[in-house]
């Protein structure tokens, strides 16, 4: 068996990640999974290397000594590793993730909705859709329009820079909140530090990237939306555990003014009879902001990228640590 395997229970997610990409990684033919490497443990001695993406199996430490002692590197052509990287970093394998890859499309998509929601994109398209041309009218005055506004972005992270990064487009001003953002990263970004309470209150639209972990679940809360200015926007691309459900949908019912959107909910899809479904200004889509379509492909590249970059001995790019694991996605 050759030292390089993909390690995943969905050829065709695979495929689809690494779609030509097969001939230069040059790994064993075939999708191997955790059964397939627990029946057999011997004959994956020699891996060295594990390639995978959304799918790739837990292993306990005891498993990973036992089935792979030669095992140096996982690279994964996907987004968050919580869900597997712990004990293989703790087994003394280096993990590598694309989710820097992932971050691209989740950025292009928050700022496609941050412009949307200042030209008043949700609050005249349903009425001029269905002919009710007096009030899409009266809701085009509502529009802030994209210039001299602010955006308070949660979460400076790899998804959260990317926003800014794009924003610097725009004639914009940008807020952050970020509890482990150093003032002089901020600076360097070129934005402002602020509270969750100042955000919600000053920003015209506040977009939510918060890193997924015990801390930020609940965060968002009903008073967070009760300070929000007339006419402005929520957008959540990040997590949905991160907004007390309830107490949002009590405020929006309140106040008609407020639009949300929410690429993600928890549970996701909503629960059947949620007032998500019914409120006339929350707009929903299922879980699309993150890699689609041939996007999915730019991961595989960053990966295939990353393998060539260690084996070369070069200075990793994507390489994530226990460390990391506190406050990633």
């Not at 402005?232 to 555990?241: D, M, V």
Request: net charge negative; charged share 25%.
């Amino acid at each position: 068996m050759k030292n390089r395997i993909f390690l995943n229970p969905n050829p065709g997610t695979v495929k689809a990640v690494y779609s030509g990409l097969f001939e230069r990684l040059d790994c064993e033919p075939g999708f191997f999974k955790k059964e397939d490497v627990l029946a057999d443990p011997e004959k994956f001695r020699d891996v060295t290397e594990i390639f995978s993406t959304w799918g790739m199996p837990r292993f306990t430490e005891e498993e990973i000594a036992r089935c792979f002692p030669n095992l140096k590197c996982v690279y994964y052509g996907a987004g968050s590793v919580q869900g597997f990287a712990r004990e293989f970093l703790q087994s003394g394998v280096r993990v590598f993730s694309a989710w820097a890859a992932n971050a691209v499309p989740v950025a292009e998509f928050t700022v496609a909705e941050i412009v949307l929601c200042m030209k008043g994109f949700f609050h005249t398209v349903r009425q001029y859709s269905a002919g009710d041309l007096a009030g899409s009218s009266a809701n085009r005055g509502r529009s802030i329009g994209n210039y001299d506004y602010k955006v308070g972005i949660l979460g400076a992270g790899m998804v959260g820079r990317e926003v800014i990064r794009l924003l610097k487009n725009y004639e914009c001003e940008i807020l952050v909140f970020d509890p482990f953002l150093p003032d002089e990263k901020a600076a360097a970004l070129g934005v402002k530090k602020a509270s969750l309470d100042e955000i919600f209150s000053t920003c015209e639209v506040v977009s939510n990237h918060l890193a997924n972990n015990a801390q930020t679940r609940g965060m968002l809360r009903g008073a967070h939306f009760e300070k929000m200015m007339q006419n402005c926007f929520f957008i959540n691309t990040g997590r949905g555990a991160q907004i007390v459900e309830s107490e949002m949908t009590d405020v929006l019912a309140a106040r008609p003014d407020l639009t949300v959107f929410l690429d993600v909910t928890d549970p996701e899809p909503p629960v059947a009879g949620s007032p998500l479904y019914s409120l006339p200004n929350v707009v929903m889509t299922p879980h699309i902001a993150g890699s689609l379509g041939r996007e999915v492909k730019r991961m595989g590249v960053y990966m295939t990228e990353e393998s060539e970059r260690v084996a070369a001995g070069e200075p990793a790019k994507w390489e994530v640590s226990l460390e990391m694991l506190k406050t990633m996605a």
